[in-house]
């Protein structure tokens, strides 16, 4: 069975500070799709990135970068120099490419995040 | 263009009550998927549907919960009888579905917030 873990319930930060949330997950799949989304206050979640389990690069966009690391299944978010507008919930996600569709998503518990100015 | 559109946005009803959420999704998009959010549960799918056929309902938890897509561009999800623990967000999303060149976004309605009494 696949299980997304992130320990990180809440994390606080003042703006300008760089914030790391933590993803673990768990598949006997050796072929599997991880993502990240946002859920902003206004309650829609945004897709940010999906990663391939055969593509170990760390990826950049802007503020936000990934770390994907399959050697210890992790696949951690982080966002630098912190404005307020990141203040969200984010979620990190796994699908297994077994399934037909890489919307047939495990979604680990989301780590809220507070930037404060 | 148009995103996700569901509604109602919010639902309040009492227990017994026949409640339909509705879903308009993205033109072109060929994947439909219902997710429910809870403080307890998470983000998880109840079902989705790929060129208007229902492919994997494992997740839809009781036989009071069904879903149709008659055609392309709308969707439903029914609970009859509503039950208090039915109490959730319930989202919609489509996507393109899978290919080379795609990111496998999926792209979410704001969300039918119901409460059931």
């Known amino acids: ?117 | 263009d148009a995103g996700v559109i569901q509604s109602p946005r919010h639902e309040v009803t009492e227990m017994g009550q026949e409640v339909t959420l509705r879903c308009k999704p993205i033109s072109g998009h060929n994947s439909l998927f219902w997710y429910r959010q809870t403080m307890m549960r998470g983000l998880e799918l109840l079902i989705y549907f790929n060129n208007n056929v229902p492919i994997d309902d494992s997740g839809m938890p009781e036989d009071r919960f069904s879903a149709k897509m008659p055609n392309a561009s709308f969707s439903t999800l029914k609970i009859q009888p509503s039950e208090p623990r039915d109490s959730a967000v319930y989202f919609c999303a489509s996507s393109e579905g899978q290919g080379v060149g795609r990111t496998g976004e999926l792209f979410f309605g704001e969300g039918s917030r119901l409460t059931v009494l």
């Open chain 1, 1 to 117: 069975a696949q299980k997304v873990t992130q320990a990180q319930t809440e994390i606080s930060v003042v703006e300008k500070e760089d914030v790391t949330l933590d993803c673990v997950y768990e598949t006997r799949d050796t072929t599997y799709y991880l993502f990240w989304y946002k859920q902003p206050p206004s309650g829609e979640l945004v897709f940010l990135i999906r990663r391939n389990s055969f593509d170990e690069q760390n990826e950049i966009s802007g503020r936000y970068s990934w770390n994907f690391q399959k050697s210890t299944s992790s696949f951690n978010f982080t966002i630098t120099a912190s404005q307020v507008v990141d203040s969200a919930v984010y979620f990190c996600a796994l699908s297994e490419a077994l399934t037909d569709s890489w919307g047939k998503l495990q979604f680990g518990a989301g780590t809220q995040v507070v930037v404060t100015p």
